[in-house]
């Protein structure tokens, strides 16, 4: 905002004039505290006075960074009369206090805390037809929402629940805009990164998918994850805000899928980035429990080979494994009800192989997951008259799948009493030759 001229007037009822303000740099004293004769400035009852004041407090809190600044302005009692220039009719006096409390609230908690009592009017100024003071209350909220959870509570309870909602619809779209029209380079690499954190925390406020969508922005976060010119951050944030829609209808996960998500997926497991090859497997899960028509993509697309190596080494993480199995897992029900395409894929593809050694892994919920799908694939019935290759009894048995369901079903280490016993129920009813204990 550019800087207003200044004009020598005749001192003020504080005996601080216009031209005495201006002479006042925009820095702590050495003692770290603000200047006294900008406090007196900042509750001046001469508008010019405190327009220059404000000004310089704002500057105080930009430039040096904010880090060091933020609690001499709130000991020196500032916040009242900061707040209470949101109510100004003077757009620039509320710019200017929506930006200091911007930055108040990108300190501590404690901090933040301190301009809690902005937020009805900051909800209000979100939608002030003044972009500037639109934008800065939308900041600024935008601090105080992410702070803690604790604290967006008091935001609901201060705002309500609907100027919140409305609020989102209010920046969705500009985030969404901003994603799309700003170049994927180093410079800026950051600010695209915020934009699509930003885009991922509205959309766990549960907006409605179809806004999400009517943004036009899920081709674009489809693009940026398969970009080589991306960071893995702003590629994990893509993965966050895609996971969100995938999970959706399929109706709603087609988009992301014809946008070519799952070549998107293929790009960020090749990485081997323990984080977004976990987020890659969430999104696969979630398309392998989506339509058949999704599933085939899936399958063409080359991205159950991923899930199969997770599963059948050891040295992937844990999390990573788990979303493998889910993947696996939620393919078997496409199995289970016959259809030929997935269990020839599924058979040749190595899957009961992987939910095999998916039993040995100490996670209770892949235990689960791997029983789960096992259960589904023995149910399965070739067609008559097809060619199947090796049934999945076969191969089960070839993959030390009796040995396994056995471990399960003896670990003193697993207490799941309910996955015991469906590995009991297995080996009985296809497997009675180890049904019995193993000796120890």
């Given at each position: 905002m550019a800087e207003e001229t200044l004009r020598d007037i005749t001192a003020g009822p504080a005996g601080l004039t216009l031209q005495g303000v201006s002479e006042i740099q925009a820095s702590l004293t050495e003692e770290g505290k603000v200047p006294e004769d900008?406090?007196?400035?900042?509750?001046?009852?001469?508008?010019?006075?405190?327009?220059?004041?404000?000004?310089?407090?704002?500057?105080?809190?930009?430039?040096?960074?904010?880090?060091?600044?933020?609690?001499?302005?709130?000991?020196?009692?500032?916040?009242?009369?900061?707040?209470?220039?949101?109510?100004?009719?003077?757009?620039?006096?509320?710019?200017?206090?929506?930006?200091?409390?911007t930055n108040i609230a990108s300190g501590t908690s404690q901090q933040t805390e301190q301009v809690i009592g902005a937020v009805p009017r900051l909800i209000v100024l979100s939608a002030s037809p003044n972009a500037d003071v639109a934008d800065n209350a939308v900041w600024a909220l935008g601090n105080v929402?992410?702070?803690?959870?604790?604290?967006?509570?008091?935001?609901?309870?201060?705002?309500?629940?609907?100027?919140?909602?409305?609020?989102?619809?209010?920046?969705?779209?500009?985030?969404?805009?901003?994603?799309q029209e700003t170049?994927?380079?180093?410079?800026?690499?950051?600010?695209?990164e915020c934009a699509v954190e930003a885009l991922d925390r509205i959309c766990k406020h549960h907006i409605q998918h179809t806004d999400f969508i009517a943004t036009g922005v899920v081709p674009r976060l489809v693009k940026l994850l398969a970009d080589s010119s991306s960071s893995v951050a702003l590629q994990k944030q893509v993965l966050r805000c895609l996971v969100y829609l995938v999970g959706g209808s399929d109706d709603e996960a087609d988009v992301a899928v014809n946008a070519g998500l799952l070549p998107g997926l293929l790009v960020a497991l090749e990485t081997k980035n323990g984080d977004l090859c976990q987020l890659a497997l969430w999104n696969a899960s979630n398309v392998a429990a989506?339509?058949?028509?999704?599933?085939?993509?899936?399958?063409?697309?080359?991205?159950?080979?991923?899930?199969?190596?997770?599963?059948?080494?050891?040295?992937?993480?844990?999390?990573?494994?788990?979303?493998?199995?889910?993947?696996?897992?939620?393919?078997?029900?496409?199995?289970?009800?016959?259809?030929?395409?997935?269990a020839q894929a599924f058979l040749e593809g190595r899957c009961v192989e992987?939910?095999?050694?998916?039993?040995?892994?100490?996670?209770?919920?892949?235990?689960?997951?791997?029983?789960?799908?096992?259960?589904?694939?023995?149910?399965?019935?070739?067609?008559?008259?097809?060619?199947?290759?090796?049934?999945?009894?076969?191969?089960?048995?070839?993959?030390?799948?009796?040995?396994?369901?056995?471990?399960?079903r003896d670990s003193r280490a697993f207490h799941d009493k309910n996955i015991k016993r469906e590995c009991r129920d297995l080996l009985t009813r296809y497997f009675p030759e180890f049904s019995r204990p193993a000796r120890v």
């Open positions: 900008l406090v007196l400035g900042f509750n001046s009852e001469d508008p010019q006075i405190k327009k220059a004041s404000v000004t310089k407090i704002r500057k105080i809190l930009w430039d040096p960074p904010p880090s060091g600044a933020i609690q001499p302005v709130i000991d020196a009692g500032l916040i009242p009369a900061i707040i209470s220039l949101l109510d100004s009719e003077d757009t620039s006096l509320q710019c200017d206090a929506a930006w200091i409390v929402l992410v702070d803690s959870a604790r604290l967006r509570d008091r935001v609901e309870e201060e705002g309500g629940v609907a100027a919140l909602v409305k609020l989102i619809k209010h920046v969705l779209p500009c985030l969404a805009r901003y994603i170049p994927v380079n180093e410079a800026n690499m950051d600010s695209i989506g339509s058949h028509s999704q599933v085939y993509a899936l399958l063409d697309s080359g991205l159950l080979k991923p899930p199969v190596r997770v599963l059948l080494y050891d040295q992937e993480s844990a999390i990573s494994r788990r979303e493998a199995c889910w993947t696996i897992s939620n393919l078997t029900k496409k199995v289970q009800s016959g259809d030929a395409k997935v992987a939910l095999s050694a998916a039993l040995l892994i100490h996670d209770p919920k892949v235990k689960e997951l791997a029983v789960s799908g096992i259960t589904n694939v023995l149910e399965w019935k070739p067609p008559q008259g097809s060619e199947a290759g090796e049934s999945p009894l076969t191969i089960l048995r070839s993959a030390s799948g009796p040995q396994n369901l056995r471990a399960v």
